[in-house]
């Protein structure tokens, strides 16, 4: 099957720091990516959608600003965290799929803000 | 808007012995996709079985099956042979096919037990 990566698996920062996630698509091309966020004991939340070289769509009330997306090539996506807070701290998972594909999903990220 | 629901937070089911998770779902596109997906602890979302709504012929994949009921707009997933690894916690997600979007149920969690 579809692989997908997700790198960093887990990390902790400080309150006020910015956190880059990188999701790649290992095995294909992916041409839409999303982003979910899972907090415990829930379902998957979509944040954004995002489609090489355009602009990520956000769900309604998903901050733009704080979470950041870009969509450089087929294969990377990556999710930046700006100025974390403790709130923000979650699982984050992307997934990879789009033109009516199955979505694959990467491992998830554990994000811990301090 | 569409909508998904899974009725069952919590099932167990004994080794070998066969289960069936329900899910309904509410839409009023015709073309769609359904899903499960496994998330064992280790919180790796894996996909069990896909099925496209124009098919009538209901989907399987080893020990996994499901009954698409498109009038009833139900989707039941069945493991059979039910096995440790099995424990997990099972999402169902309806695909909007217009955007790739998936929305995805509550979940159930499913324990195994010997």
């Known amino acids: 099957g579809a692989v997908v990566s997700q790198h960093p698996s887990w990390v902790i920062c400080k309150s006020g720091t910015s956190v880059k996630i990188e999701c790649r698509s290992l095995?294909?091309?992916?041409?839409?990516m999303f982003w979910y966020r899972q907090f415990p004991k829930q379902s998957l939340m979509l944040m954004a959608t995002s489609n090489e070289g355009s602009k990520a769509t956000y769900e309604q009330g998903v901050e733009k600003d704080k979470f950041l997306i870009n969509h450089a090539s087929l294969t990377l996506s990556t999710l930046t965290v700006t100025s974390a807070h403790p709130e923000d701290s979650s699982f984050y998972i992307c997934?990879?799929?789009?033109?009516?594909?199955?979505?694959?999903f990467g491992p998830g990220t554990r994000l811990l803000v301090l | 808007a569409q909508t998904v629901t899974q009725s069952q937070p919590e099932m167990s089911v004994q080794e070998a012995e066969t289960v069936t998770l329900s899910c309904t779902y509410d839409?009023?596109?015709?073309?769609?996709?359904l899903f499960w997906y496994k998330q064992p602890p280790s919180r790796q979302m894996i996909l069990v079985i896909r099925q496209e709504a124009y098919k009538q012929q209901n989907a399987t994949e080893n020990r996994f099956s499901v009954n698409f009921q498109k009038a009833a707009k139900s989707f039941s997933l069945k493991i059979s042979d039910s096995q440790l690894g099995d424990t997990a916690m099972y999402f169902c997600a309806f695909m909007n096919l217009n955007t790739d979007k998936l929305i995805f149920g509550t979940g159930t969690r499913l324990q195994v037990f010997p």
């Open positions: 997934s990879a799929g789009g033109q009516g594909e199955t979505q694959y």
């Open positions: 095995d294909f091309q992916a041409t839409t």
């Open positions: 839409t009023s596109e015709n073309n769609y996709y």
